[in-house]
């Protein structure tokens, strides 16, 4: 009893040391801090802006986007209005429609080269007809993120639709000339597709383009959605039909050459692949958003961040090859990587099982209709298990609590009325340690606690209710996070071990917070350079027999981290 008693004095002693209770405060801040600044970074991200990736699209379009600033909303534009429509700097049109106009002012210019008779004619006519095109879908889509957007970038229809009904008027040679600054198409195919059919079969081609883009108005200017995967799955049909002309041409590429066989078969191999990947892939999983209602890009919607995981490492299995060994000593990249070929194929297959994994989870949750940690990322769960990095900062308290303890005793004299005290030199130093350790860990354990219960409140308390999915199957959230909570506890103690025994043995407060400050700082820059700079595996596995990776034991709870790296690349790491 009286050896408790003597923790609880030394414990209070503790708080009475000022720059410990302000340091240990400003931590305790950020359980309350992180929180606060997660919905204000939220809310800012709500407000728009951000960089926009370039979709593939034609010419016209590339060429608007290179020469401006791709940066929304904003940039210094005016909005443009034609025929009542405003067109905001910000719609995914407004370069289109802005680089239509500064070319239809200028029509005579030398940069078109026309030739032909009537070509440049012809040309501000297909150019009207592609303004009149991005203005009807800028009046209806405004953003981005709108699923629409996917379908109308490319305008190939429009331009064939314009040669279907002006080749038995126009002159064929102008035609050509003047399409071919919108459409990349040689003469002889531009001769066998359009000019060489018969008049029925054109009408026939111009029925099914009307019809095509009746379709795409409809989805555009209705939002019908259903017909919008209607069309998805045209286009992907389309694409099959399309890579099968490839391989018959690479078939008789072999038998004109087969000299060449080993190369166009690498080729016909990859179009192969991609022929499966829309199969196995792209139209089951446009066929699942229409069954269960789940719009493209809307990501409010947590089921397309699943359907994005499965497409994206379907993507990645399929092109991941296991090298022969004679390959792998031939390649001396991947030889010094991974140091010897056993230990490539163990990397190899970990990265296989961990994409394998990730379907599987991606599937459970889609099926058990209930989102996984990873699909909300802006929730409760996700937020509060990235706060596992708290430990770090408890950590630092760690070192310099372990590290001040007994050498602030010796360096202010202290050290003799704590001697002359009927208390063993073991009871003494117990008493100090657990006093330390235990400000420590109600640091840590006060600081999540607070943090769990503000995410609930900022951020929802019904994400916790979720649970979380493994390949085996569903596990409550608390029962998947507290483990890890007690995980993170490990690099607490053994950094507060550490300070406290430099503070026993040198007997000086500088040097006992220093070194292990100075040692913590070091193991979490050697992962981030690990993690940056793609460092080898025997490397990777000589660190991994040393406490360096583990002083960031967070990170092997969470994505996208050196922690988390570290097991993908198949370095036997053991958190036992």
């Known amino acids: 009893m009286d050896f408790i008693k003597q923790i609880g004095i030394e414990f209070k002693n503790i708080l009475r ?22 919905v204000i970074g939220q809310n800012s991200e709500d407000k728009g802006g951000g960089y926009y990736p370039l979709p593939a699209i034609g010419r016209v379009y590339a060429r608007s986007y290179l020469a401006k600033d791709i940066y929304y909303p904003g940039g210094g534009q005016e909005p443009i209005i034609i025929d009542g429509v405003t067109i905001e700097p910000d719609n995914p049109y407004y370069w289109n429609v802005q680089n239509l106009q500064e070319q ?36 209806h889509i405004t953003d981005y993120q709108d699923y629409r957007v996917d379908l109308t970038w490319d305008t190939r229809p429009l331009i064939e639709k314009f040669i279907y009904e002006n080749i038995g008027t126009a002159d064929p040679e102008a ?38 883009l009746g379709t795409l108005f409809d989805v555009v200017e209705n939002n019908n959605f259903p017909r919008y995967i209607e069309l998805r799955i045209q286009q992907e049909n389309e694409q099959i039909k399309s890579l099968e002309e490839q391989i018959e041409i690479f078939e008789k590429d072999i038998i004109e050459h087969p000299e060449q066989e080993e190369s166009l078969n690498e080729q016909i191999n990859y179009l192969r692949k991609e022929i499966n990947m829309i199969l196995d892939n792209n139209i089951p999983i446009l066929e699942y958003r229409l069954a269960h209602n789940i719009v493209p890009y809307d990501y409010g919607q947590w089921q397309n961040r699943a359907l994005d995981d499965i497409t994206d490492s379907r993507r990645q299995l399929q092109y991941i090859t296991i090298m022969t060994e004679e390959e792998f000593n031939q390649d001396q990249w991947t030889a010094v990587q991974y140091g010897s070929y056993a230990n490539y194929v163990a990397a190899m297959n970990e990265q296989i099982a961990n994409l394998e994994n990730e379907i599987i989870i991606a599937q459970n949750s889609l099926d058990a209709g209930k989102p996984d940690m990873k699909y909300v990322p802006d929730g409760a769960r996700s ?8 430990s ?83 596990i409550g959230f608390f029962a998947y996070y ?22 026993v043995l040198v007997k000086n407060i500088a040097v006992a917070i220093a070194v292990p400050a100075v040692c913590l700082v070091g193991c979490i820059l050697t992962m981030f350079t690990m993690f940056m700079f793609s460092v080898s595996l025997p490397v990777m596995k000589a ?5 360096i990776p583990f002083i960031q034991m967070y990170a092997f709870f969470t994505e996208n981290s050196p922690g988390s790296m570290m097991r993908q690349n198949g370095v036997p790491v053991s958190l036992a």
Request: hydrophobic content about 55%.
């Open 392 to 474: 770090i900062a408890v950590a630092l308290f760690g070192v310099l609590t372990g590290g001040w303890l007994m050498a602030s005793e010796v360096q202010m004299g202290t050290i003799r009325l704590l001697m002359i005290r009927p208390k063993t030199r073991m009871k003494i130093l117990m008493s100090k340690f657990l006093a330390g350790l235990a400000m420590c860990l109600a640091l840590y354990l006060a600081g999540t606690l607070l943090n769990l219960v503000l995410n609930g409140i900022c951020f929802g308390f019904d994400d916790f209710a979720f649970p979380n999915f493994t390949v085996t199957g569903q």
């Open 482 to 503: 507290i483990p890890k909570l007690f995980a993170c506890i490990v690099p607490i103690v053994f950094v507060y071990c550490v300070a406290f025994m430099l503070s």
């Open 17 to 38: 040391v000022k720059f410990l209770l302000i340091f240990g405060i400003l931590i305790f801040a950020l359980s309350i801090l992180a929180p606060i600044l997660g």
């Open 383 to 390: 937020i509060t298990v990235g706060f596992l990095a708290f």
């Open 104 to 139: 239809l002012k200028n029509p005579d210019s030398s940069m078109y080269g026309f030739e032909q008779p009537g070509a440049l004619d012809l040309w501000i006519s297909i150019s009207e007809a592609q303004l009149d095109y991005f203005v009807r879908l800028a009046k």
């Open 543 to 547: 660190i991994a027999f040393t406490p």
């Open 175 to 212: 035609l050509r000339e003047a399409i071919g600054w919108f459409m990349g198409i040689d003469d002889q195919t531009f001769k066998e597709k359009y000019i060489d059919i018969p008049a029925e079969e054109r009408l026939a081609a111009l029925d099914a383009i009307d019809q095509r």
